[in-house]
């Protein structure tokens, strides 16, 4: 059994940015703050936040050129009800390193980082989830080393339904990345100026306008010539419990792929959004029920269980 790592010497000591109280009892109790450290797999360095503390960890993961800012409210409440939630900054994305080959932005490789967070962590299971970019890579995880995955959280996956509609979103943005460089040097620039860590819905969007054309371009490649998800035959076998979050609101996350997983899954369950914002927005409803699914999983009651 491994035992938790210290902080590490270089772990810096980060307030959370206030955004509103989210509910009532243990969900939405103050914020707090979170460490911010470092660790190095291969040539590459990561950053992580780490929100809580204790045996109950839960590794969630933010969607395409995202960073931790918009896990961050989550990640608060959910280390409020007795969880250490650890948000990793991916390769391109964040404080963590940005490299320019497209190789480094696999879904694929980008598991094995999160596979080698476990390490730094200390831990030999832990929660995975994320949202979108986040699910799928999750998936990843559970397909590379599923010993390590207690259970899973898998907040509007990207699968086959969603491919004309990330086509349509991605491509564009490819080209525009090769063709607006300046335009999105000058803007990468200006946001670079502007101070993190002040207002919670500003901040969800500033590491995007941070990046670099070059390194959107890398990220892309990645991403979309790389394997997406595990095929149909490899999820069967994800016995680990499960909770899939769809919506209804827009067609890069269909409901249907949601749905579909939920069913291919042996130990899964559903949970609708309201909006593809509801857990960033109005987070009490569906907060709650994470808290209790990952209750449900440390207790070992086998299959997800939700109440909401």
Sequence with gaps: MRTHAAPSAGAQLRPHAPTGPSGTGTIGTPVTPFEL????????????????????????????????????????????????????D????????????????RM????????????????????????????????????????????????????EQATPAAAAIFVPLLMAAHYARP????????????????????????????LSPEEITAVLHGVLVGPVVPTVEQRRAMTMPTIVIGHRSDRLHPFGDAARLTKLLPRAELLEAHTLWE??????????????????????????RISA
């Design 108 to 159: 694929d490789a980008y598991a094995q980082h999160v596979i080698r967070l476990l390490d730094e962590l200390g831990v030999d299971q832990a929660v995975i989830g994320g949202v979108s970019l986040g699910a799928d890579v999750t998936l990843q995880v559970a397909l590379a080393a599923p010993e390590r995955v207690k259970g899973m959280i898998l907040e509007m996956p990207v699968l």
């Design 279 to 304: 857990l960033r927005v109005l987070p009490r409803r569906l907060t709650t029920a994470i808290a209790e699914f990952l209750d449900s999983v440390w207790a070992g009651d086998g299959r997800a």
């Design 183 to 210: 335009l999105i040097r000058w803007v990468s620039s200006v946001a670079q100026r502007v101070p993190q860590d002040r207002f919670g819905p500003l901040d969800m969007i500033l590491g995007t306008l941070r």
């Design 37 to 88: 450290r470092r660790f190095t797999h291969g040539d590459v360095s990561l950053s992580y936040e780490a929100h809580g503390s204790g045996d109950r960890v839960l590794v969630y993961l933010h969607g395409i050129l995202l960073d931790a800012h918009v896990n961050r409210r989550l990640a608060n409440d959910l280390a409020a009800a007795g969880n250490r939630v650890v948000l990793l």
């Design 90 to 105: 991916l390769p391109g994305h964040g404080n963590s390193d940005k490299p320019r080959h497209a190789s480094a932005h």
